[in-house]
């Protein structure tokens, strides 16, 4: 499926601002799952590209103002076209980050004893001759979508994966982070994956999240799990970046002088060509 991506972030300061650093993960990359046909990043000021320990393509760029600039507001943009192939089981490139260091806890996606034992009715890989495959995960996907109820608003970026799972309720990033942290528990390698989900319906999670889980550490084969739709992605879903947590490849992360209160809109819309 071809689908064009628009994602326009709009800032608004009741003051001045001074100073802001602001760095983005708003860049897909073309790999098993999609293929890039263009793609742009606008800022208000030139932007820096690297690419960041997970593999991610991350801009920065920085706004110096006096205060008589009188700058109160500020736009972010990124649009392209994506072809996506649906494929859900890969194989990390070799310069990509070993499987072991996504099972080091984060302090959003912590494993924990009441997560593990939760995980192990779904998944045993601690038992005799016990194989985990994709009909497991998916299991446990299940599971997890149950205890933790999709609902808007009802949590926020700093909610860990034990609060969501103790208050049974959140949203995609948490339903990701408690199936990360519960694979963790259990000694699998696991990954939170932010990017972008298109259905009419559904237009809320047009900025989504999910899971990468680690099949075989020595091959490197990963499956990746939309845990909010209990599925393996398919030609709906298009990654942005990956990393540990949410705090490793938020869209766009930043720090600012000066601007007073803040307010910030995000306008997403996905469109298939």
């Known amino acids: 499926m071809k689908l064009h ?14 100073y802001s ?15 890039v046909r263009f793609w742009s990043v606008g800022a208000p000021e ?3 590209a690297l690419r960041d320990g997970f593999g991610n393509t991350v801009h920065s760029y920085t706004v110096v103002r006096h205060p008589t600039d009188n700058l109160r507001g500020s736009l972010v ?7 996506t192939l649906g494929i859900a089981e890969f194989v990390d490139a070799p310069d990509m980050s070993h499987p072991l260091l996504f099972l080091r806890p984060t302090q959003l996606a912590a494993p924990h004893p009441q997560l ?3 995980g192990r009715r779904f998944v045993n890989p601690a038992a005799a001759d016990a194989r985990v495959d994709v009909s ?9 979508a149950g205890v933790v109820s999709y609902q808007k608003n009802s949590t926020n970026v700093e909610t860990t994966a034990q609060q969501a799972f103790e208050a049974g309720a959140g949203v995609c990033q948490d339903q990701a ?8 528990s259990l000694g699998l390698p696991a990954r939170y994956v932010s990017g972008y989900f298109y259905a009419a319906n559904e237009p809320d999670l047009a900025s989504h999240a999910w899971v990468d889980i680690c099949l075989d550490v020595a ?7 939309d845990v909010t739709h209990s599925c393996l992605i398919d030609q709906r879903h298009v990654r942005l970046a990956m990393g540990t947590d949410y705090n490793a490849c938020p869209p766009i992360k930043g720090v600012r002088q000066g601007g007073g209160e803040e307010s910030m809109t995000v306008d997403i819309t996905i469109e298939p060509v």
């Open 46 to 48: 030139k932007l820096y």
């Open 77 to 83: 943009n990124a649009a392209g076209e994506v072809q």
């Open 136 to 144: 497991m995960l998916l299991a446990l996907s299940r599971g997890v």
């Open 219 to 225: 091959s490197r084969r990963w499956v990746s799990i």
């Open 21 to 35: 650093l602001q760095t983005l993960w708003l860049t897909p990359q073309s790999g098993p799952s999609q293929t």
């Open 177 to 184: 982070h408690v199936m990360v942290a519960i694979c963790r």
């Open 116 to 118: 593990a034992a939760f």
């Open 5 to 18: 991506i628009s994602h326009i972030t709009r800032y608004g300061y009741t003051q001045p601002l001074r």
